[in-house]
T-cell receptor, first 110, second 116 residues
Framework: RKEVEQDPGPFNVPEGATVAFNCTYSNSASQSFFWYRQDCRKEPKLLMSVYSSGNEDGRFTAQLNRASQYISLLIRDSKLSDSATYLCVVVPVEGNKLVFGAGTILRVKS | DAGVTQSPTHLIKTRGQHVTLRCSPISGHKSVSWYQQVLGQGPQFIFQYYEKEERGRGNFPDRFSARQFPNYSSELNVNALLLGDSALYLC???????????????FGEGSRLTVL
């Protein structure tokens, strides 16, 4: 079983749509969680941190459910510029690395 | 301010050759990590160095090695290249070392290695 699992998509949505991505992780001792964004043939960049209490940044909301070992990302009012691969990231207890999921592809169309 | 810089950006090698990839972290960052990203997959951890010491090693064979220099730049070496080593090699720098992981890594644009 992979440490971090995501639906690869692609998710094809129209502009203005709301889209949600999910991610599960296998190690219950994992200490912290993030979403990274990666544009085509570019490097990954931190999008936002994920907390049990939820984290909102503009149109983006991230949520962590430790009991279910489940992480989510909600994007409201999708823009063309949101088209990218969204990587779910977990920091294991040893803390010296990031463990990435394979990514979920989002395509926003006009 | 310069971000993380990597060289070369693209390279083609043949099986059995070796390769050296180079990385300069953001000024002030003492931690450098290396990740391998195969097409269609997320980055996979190879090494982390902090203050010139290896702080973590991923599940890669001994053909992969790295080091960090006194100026915090780093090299990744891969010997006896295999076709399966074809990937984007990402270097990332951060302020954090081991226990104070904020999760934010700043990645370079990567070195795209093709092994023929």
């Amino acid at each position: 079983r992979k440490e971090v699992e995501q639906d690869p998509g692609p998710f094809n949505v129209p502009e203005g749509a709301t889209v949600a991505f999910n991610c599960t992780y296998s190690n219950s001792a994992s200490q912290s969680f993030f979403w990274y964004r990666q544009d085509c043939r570019k490097e990954p960049k931190l999008l936002m941190s994920v907390y049990s209490s939820g984290n909102e940044d503009g149109r983006f909301t991230a949520q962590l459910n430790r009991a279910s070992q489940y992480i989510s990302l909600l994007i409201r009012d999708s823009k063309l510029s949101d088209s990218a691969t969204y990587l779910c990231v977990v920091v294991p207890v040893e803390g010296n690395k990031l463990v990435f999921g394979a990514g979920t592809i989002l395509r926003v169309k006009s | 301010d310069a971000g993380v810089t990597q060289s070369p950006t693209h390279l083609i090698k043949t099986r059995g050759q070796h390769v050296t990839l180079r990385c300069s972290p953001i000024s002030g960052h003492k931690s450098v990590s290396w990740y391998q990203q195969v097409l269609g997959q997320g980055p996979q951890f190879i090494f982390q160095y902090y203050e010139k010491e290896e702080r973590g090693r991923g599940n890669f064979p001994d053909r992969f090695s790295a080091r960090q220099f006194p100026n915090y730049s780093s090299e990744l070496n891969v010997n006896a290249l295999l076709l399966g080593d074809s990937a984007l090699y990402l270097c990332a720098s951060s302020l954090w070392g081991h226990t104070e992981n904020t999760g934010e890594l700043f990645f370079g644009e990567g070195s795209r290695l093709t092994v023929l």
